[in-house]
């Protein structure tokens, strides 16, 4: 089975977003999602997570915008409990897909270096800025970006 998990900074914004589109785009792709939060189910070939490097945010729901976007789109985020990522979850995860460089820089200087090559850009152009100081537009642009992206590590996913 396949692990992937989504960082950004509170986990509120744009990785629940990119956490969902991931799940929906290998849905659509024919794989089976691993439900609920369990990663240990033998029926799915794909788990699916995110999280926030810091922990303002813990034990909050996604960002209203970040919702709305997605209920625009046929997506419900509503449910999304934001939780911080730990150093130690590098080891289970195949995949860290990171939102920008700050949130890489961070993760390289807490994960031990061995697990480093799993870390990469959620984008294959660049960095998915976080629209949390502004309007509904950058959350609308931010969601456009993840789903484009969220298309291309689908079909570039080895399972």
Known sequence: MLKIITICTGNICRSPVAQALLKREFRQAGYVVCEN????????????DSAGTG????????DDRSVRVCLENDIDISSH?????SAEEAEVFDHIFVMDRDNLLFLQGIIDKKYHHKI???SQDGEIKDPYYGGIDGFKKMFLQIQQSAKYIVKDCDL
Do not use: E, T
């Open 120 to 122: 990469s850009m959620f």
């Open 37 to 48: 939060g369990s990663s240990n189910s033998v029926d799915c070939d794909v788990f699916i």
């Open 81 to 85: 409990i934001a939780r911080q990522f």
């Open 55 to 62: 922990g303002w945010h813990v034990g909050h729901g996604a």
